[in-house]
C-alpha cells in the first residue's frame, strides 16, 4: 500500500491530485485526525514507512490549510449584511448603549483599524483595512461596525472596487479625529 492511498477524505480514499479535484462536502479537523491516525496505524503494522506517513499528513495538512482558505473566501462573498452581533438580541438599552461608547483602547484590533481610518487620507474600505493591517476580513467588519455604532467611523457615501466588488470607503469623524488625538499623539 503507498503512502498516496492512504490519504482519505471521509469514506473516500485517493490521491492527493484526485482529492484536489473532487471536493468532498466538507473537510474537517476530525478527518484530518483520521488521516494521521489511519497512517500511524498503517506504520505500527509495518505497511508503510514513518517517511511515507509524515508525507502522506503533510500533504493532508497542506490541503486542509487550503480548503480552508478557500472557505473563508467562499463565506467573504456570501456576507452581505452587516449585522450588530455585539450585544445579545434581549440586553437592555442601556447595556447596548455602553457596549457603543466603549472608547477605543489602544492596542485592540478597535484602535488599529480606526487609528487606520482616522490615517487614510481619502478614507478605507474594509478590504484595504484587512489587507494592511493584516487582519482577517471577518475580524475587521465587527471591529469597524462597533466603530461606526460608536460615532468613530461613517460611510462616506462613496465606494472603491476590489477584487470585482464594490467596497464602502469608511471616513473617521471629529469623535475619531478627537480619540486620535487624546491616545495616539498624547494631547489633551
Not at 21 to 36: D, H, I, K, M
Not at 37 to 65: C, H, P, W, Y
Request: glycine share 6%; charged share 25%; with cysteine.
Amino acid at each position: 500500500m503507498s503512502d498516496q492511498s492512504m490519504f482519505e477524505f471521509g469514506s473516500v480514499a485517493a490521491t492527493p491530485s484526485a482529492a484536489a479535484e473532487s471536493s468532498p462536502p466538507v473537510f474537517t479537523v476530525s478527518r484530518l485526525r483520521n488521516v494521521v491516525t489511519a497512517n500511524m496505524a498503517s506504520v505500527r503494522a509495518g505497511v508503510l514507512k514513518l517517511d511515507q506517513a509524515e508525507n502522506a499528513i503533510l500533504r493532508a495538512l497542506d490541503d486542509f490549510g487550503r480548503r480552508r482558505e478557500a472557505a473563508a473566501v467562499v463565506r467573504d462573498a456570501e456576507v452581505s449584511v452587516n449585522a450588530e452581533g455585539r450585544v445579545s438580541a434581549e440586553s437592555p438599552a442601556t447595556s447596548a448603549r455602553a457596549a457603543r461608547l466603549v472608547e477605543p483602547r489602544t492596542g485592540s484590533q478597535r484602535a488599529r483599524i480606526l487609528r487606520f481610518v482616522v490615517e487614510a487620507p481619502n478614507g478605507a474600505t474594509d478590504y484595504e483595512i484587512a489587507r494592511d493591517l493584516q487582519l482577517l476580513p471577518n475580524s475587521v467588519r465587527p471591529r469597524r461596525g462597533e466603530l461606526a455604532d460608536g460615532g468613530y467611523v461613517v460611510d462616506s457615501g462613496g465606494t472603491r472596487r476590489h477584487r470585482g466588488s464594490d467596497w464602502a470607503v469608511w471616513v473617521a469623524t471629529d469623535e475619531a479625529h478627537a480619540w486620535f488625538r487624546r491616545r495616539i499623539c498624547g494631547a489633551a
